[in-house]
């Protein structure tokens, strides 16, 4: 399907990782943001993640980590082509990923009609953040933001609420930026061997909770 591509303008971001995370810098007014997934990361229990690594070995988690990394990059990137309309998007894509890509264009051909931004840098003075969001598209005539995730199984609604907060948060960094309602935001789970399903929730849901998340985060930071 051949989407409406009205792009918005985009601010000049850079991405810098440091110590302590990757932040965004601003060239233009010398700002720096931490980035979304960043402060999330700070405000998340990561224990499990020290005993995962714990249980399986720094060696064997350490190639998890990278394949999951080369796999989620590939598969935003076939997917940023298709919505680009370019006819090659999948050429070098394994059999495995053809098929969960073809689940995700199936999915984007019902619901995208109009595409404002793909692989866009935003960011909030109010929640002192940016990030680079996936698609900000109407999607069935609605704003919404869009944000793709890949995994290893499926994952429950309940297991994956920083997905929603960062999602969120970029529509409230859309709506600083360029005052423009976003009434929706939904992540795409593209799981490694099953089909591609989404979940959609309303922007306003968890609002006061990501305002919460990144204000208190940025008064630790600053004691």
Not at 152 to 160: L, T, Y
Request: aromatic share 12%; charged share 25%.
């Amino acid at each position: 399907m051949a989407f409406v591509l009205d792009y918005l303008p985009q601010p000049e971001l850079k991405q810098v990782t440091g110590l302590n995370g990757r932040y965004y810098y601003n060239p233009l007014t010398e700002e720096k943001f931490d980035s979304v997934t960043t402060v999330l990361q700070r405000a998340t229990d990561l224990s499990w993640l020290a005993h995962w690594k714990a249980k399986v070995g720094e060696e064997i988690a350490d190639e998890i980590t990278k394949r999951a990394l080369i796999r989620g990059t590939a598969t935003h990137h076939i997917i940023e082509n298709y919505v680009r309309g370019r006819p090659d998007y999948d050429k070098n894509a394994s059999p495995f990923m053809k098929k969960a890509i073809r689940g995700v264009t199936k999915i984007l051909d019902e619901k995208v009609s109009v595409v404002y931004g793909i692989e866009m840098p935003v960011f909030s003075r109010h929640l002192n953040t940016a990030g680079t969001l996936d698609m900000f598209c109407q999607w069935n005539g609605v704003n919404a933001i869009v944000d793709y995730k890949t995994s290893k199984e499926i994952k429950r609604e309940s297991d994956i609420s920083n997905y929603f907060f960062q999602a969120t948060a970029y529509a409230m960094m859309i709506e600083e930026m360029y005052f423009i309602k976003v009434p929706k935001i939904i992540v795409v789970m593209i799981p490694e061997f099953d089909y591609p399903y989404f979940f959609e929730k309303d922007s306003n849901e968890l609002r006061n909770d990501v305002e919460k998340i990144f204000i208190q985060d940025r008064q630790r930071e600053n004691q």
